[in-house]
């Protein structure tokens, strides 16, 4: 299933999915990323590839990419755009998700699918504005913006009881 939506003026999110997803699976992240690119001020032409998949597929592209043997929820590759026309389209990179993990972390965290998959969408994009957690300092800066937009569409603190 493939889908292109332009969200605003200057902004597209293409969005591939696997057989697994659904259409209001697939509609939330759209609609996730939408209120997060408006909430980021993320005015400039801006593209964005969404690929939701499976813990297979994911499995394979954190083993080919990041050199880790181990499936994860989620996994983001910013785009290098060192040279590119003013008047061009920025393509931020890549976003793919597993609905494998985001089922698994969401019944052992007692989250809905929903709220978790909107967590994790915000994380992604995130990172590919160029925020990090690797370092306390860091995380807590990317958590914070993740906690702010979580809020603002109705969805409690996930790291609550957490920090």
Same mark, same amino acid.
């Given at each position: 299933? $493939?889908?292109?939506? *332009?969200? *605003?003026?200057?902004?597209?999110?293409?969005?591939?999915?696997?057989? +697994?997803? =659904?259409?209001?699976?697939?509609?939330?992240?759209?609609? %996730?990323? /939408?209120?997060?690119?408006? #909430?980021?001020?993320? =005015? /400039?032409?801006? $593209?964005?590839?969404?690929?939701?998949?499976?813990?297979? +597929?994911?499995? +394979?592209?954190?083993?080919?990419?990041?050199?880790?043997?181990?499936?994860? =929820? %989620?996994?983001? #590759?910013? !785009?290098?755009?060192?040279? #590119?026309?003013?008047?061009?389209? +920025?393509?931020?990179?890549?976003?793919?998700?597993?609905?494998? /993990?985001?089922?698994?972390?969401?019944?052992?965290?007692?989250?809905? #699918?929903? /709220?978790?998959? !909107?967590?994790?969408?915000?994380?992604?994009?995130?990172?590919?504005?160029?925020?990090?957690?690797?370092?306390?300092?860091?995380?807590?800066?990317?958590?914070?913006?993740?906690?702010?937009?979580?809020?603002?569409?109705?969805?409690? =603190?996930?790291?609550?009881?957490?920090?």
């Amino acid at each position: 299933m $493939e889908e292109k939506l *332009k969200i *605003k003026p200057d902004i597209v999110i293409d969005i591939s999915a696997s057989d +697994e997803w =659904n259409k209001d699976e697939i509609s939330l992240v759209r609609k %996730v990323l /939408n209120f997060s690119i408006k #909430f980021m001020s993320k =005015n /400039n032409p801006t $593209e964005i590839s969404i690929r939701l998949t499976g813990r297979e +597929e994911i499995k +394979e592209l954190n083993k080919m990419y990041r050199d880790k043997d181990s499936t994860t =929820n %989620v996994l983001s #590759f910013c !785009s290098v755009n060192e040279h #590119f026309h003013p008047d061009a389209r +920025e393509i931020l990179g890549d976003i793919v998700i597993s609905r494998d /993990n985001v089922v698994k972390e969401a019944k052992d965290s007692y989250k809905t #699918f929903e /709220n978790h998959l !909107s967590h994790l969408v915000i994380h992604g994009l995130l990172h590919l504005l160029g925020y990090l957690h690797d370092e306390e300092k860091d995380a807590l800066i990317m958590e914070n913006i993740e906690v702010d937009i979580l809020e603002r569409i109705g969805i409690s =603190n996930p790291y609550k009881g957490i920090r």
